[in-house]
């Protein structure tokens, strides 16, 4: 089992519809939990941090995060066209390397 | 405003033929870090500095080689290329030794080997 599962997608919507995108794991020790989006030919930005269990909220982006049930999500409300880019989870446990997801893309329609 | 940049974007060398990717920051952050890309996979992380002290990742190829000769700036060398080395090398930083800093991503530099 890998350490990291996401599902690539591609996840097509129309704009303004309620994206949801997920993450498991198998490393009950991960604690710091992040999402970055990527452009087409350009890195990975940053987008939400989290650490442990919980909720967080950011304009229109929601992270969240089961770890009972080693699992992570990040809800885009009102989905734009500019969010049509590929979202990697990532996550590690203190001093250890960041472990990345392979990215699901996402495309929204107008 | 302060940057992870790398240069070039774009690179093409031939089979075998040493190459030098380059990653400086303005962000003033201890640790850089180098990161391969294949398409549609996770990157992969290679090996990272914290200031001059080198992190070697245990499965990365000797092939590839780093340097940092200050805090702005970090080379990726790759003595002698194969084909299975065409990808995008991504360079990041973050502020401190633990890993669960938020780490800040170049653009990458895309390799193409003919």
């Known amino acids: 089992q890998k350490e990291v599962e996401q599902d690539p997608g591609p996840l097509s919507v129309p704009e303004g519809a309620i994206v949801s995108l997920n993450c498991t794991y198998s490393?009950?020790?991960?604690?710091?939990f992040m999402w970055y989006r990527q452009y087409s030919r350009k890195g990975p930005e940053l987008l939400m941090y989290?650490?442990?269990?919980g909720n967080k909220e950011d304009g229109r982006f929601t992270a969240q995060v089961d770890k009972s049930s080693k699992y992570i999500s990040l809800f885009i409300r009102d989905s734009q066209p500019s969010d049509s880019a590929t979202y990697l989870c990532a996550m590690n446990q203190a001093g250890t390397a960041l472990i990345f997801g392979k990215g699901t893309t996402l495309s929204v329609s107008s | 405003d302060a940057m992870v940049i790398q240069n070039p974007r774009y690179q093409v060398t031939q089979f075998g033929k040493p190459v030098t990717l380059s990653c400086s920051q303005t962000?003033?952050?201890?640790?850089m870090y180098w990161y391969q890309q294949k398409s549609s996979q996770a990157p992969k992380l290679l090996f990272h500095y914290y200031d001059k002290d080198f992190n070697n990742e245990a499965d990365t190829p000797d092939n590839f080689q780093s340097r940092r000769p200050n805090t702005s700036f970090c080379f990726l060398d790759i003595r002698s290329p194969g084909l299975g080395d065409a990808a995008m090398y991504l360079c990041a930083t973050s502020r401190g030794r633990d890993y669960n800093q938020p780490q800040h991503f170049g653009d990458g530099t895309r390799l193409s080997i003919l």
């Open positions: 490393n009950s020790a991960f604690q710091y």
């Open positions: 989290t650490y442990s269990s």
């Open positions: 962000l003033n952050h201890n640790v």
